[in-house]
């Protein structure tokens, strides 16, 4: 069963704007990963917050994470429209071994 | 480009058809995966392979066959798929199949079966 629940399904904005997607979660995490899917194409990793991090940084990206409301938050600043793709986040359990449960994911698209 | 290599990109196969998909890696990952995805889905996993042994298949189907000659490839074979069966195969790898690593993925083969 999916662990993540991507919020929104759909988000359309303009070039230059800010994109903030949103994941809840159910059970006790490890970690929360991101990673983003181009039309066609494989996904790729965007970013790793651990349970006892509150916030993370890469380039344009920031990722927050809230364990007591089971919930991150990716946030995409100044978008382009090379940031046009589907997000998923992706939970990774405490028992080595187990997989990653990816959320249902936020298709993003963003016109200039 | 991506640093799993999948072969091949597009896949038309009939029911009755015997066919693999395969993947490769040269970063020394020792975890190797396989999902399928539909469209507009997340990825569902099927199996994935640690140190070249099968260490989870989640419940799929014997049509679906995978094998892991070495610590750089992942086959699957398929073979009497039925049009559902119809998909993009992904294939990841990580370093090991440690508590939620990182996965590097490939660009995928998309499947049609007739």
């Known amino acids: 069963s999916q662990q993540g629940e991507e919020d929104p399904q759909a988000l359309s904005i303009q070039e230059g704007e800010n994109a903030t997607m949103n994941c809840s979660y159910k059970t006790s995490i490890n970690n929360l990963q991101w990673y983003r899917q181009n039309s066609g194409r494989g996904l790729v990793h965007l970013i790793l917050i651990r349970s006892n991090e509150r916030e993370k940084h890469s380039g344009r990206l920031r990722v927050t994470l809230d364990t007591s409301k089971k919930s991150s938050s990716l946030l995409i600043t100044a978008s382009r429209a090379a940031d046009t793709a589907s997000y998923f986040c992706?939970?990774?359990?405490?028992?080595?071994?187990?997989?990653?449960?990816f959320g249902k994911g936020t298709t993003l698209s963003v016109s200039s | 480009d991506t640093e799993v290599t999948q072969t091949p990109k597009h896949l038309v196969m009939g029911m009755t058809n015997k066919k693999s998909l395969k993947c490769e890696q040269h970063m020394g990952h020792r975890a190797m995966y396989w999902y399928k995805q539909k469209a507009k889905k997340p990825p569902e996993l099927m199996f994935v392979y640690s140190y070249e042994k099968l260490s989870i298949n989640e419940s799929v189907p014997s049509r679906f066959s995978p094998e892991c000659p070495n610590s750089s490839l992942l086959n699957l074979h398929l073979h009497a798929l039925q049009p559902e069966d119809s998909a993009l195969y992904l294939c990841a790898s990580s370093q090991e199949q440690g508590v939620g690593q990182p996965q590097h993925f490939g660009d995928g083969t998309r499947l049609s079966i007739l």
């Open positions: 992706a939970t990774a359990g405490f028992q080595a071994g187990t997989a990653l449960i």
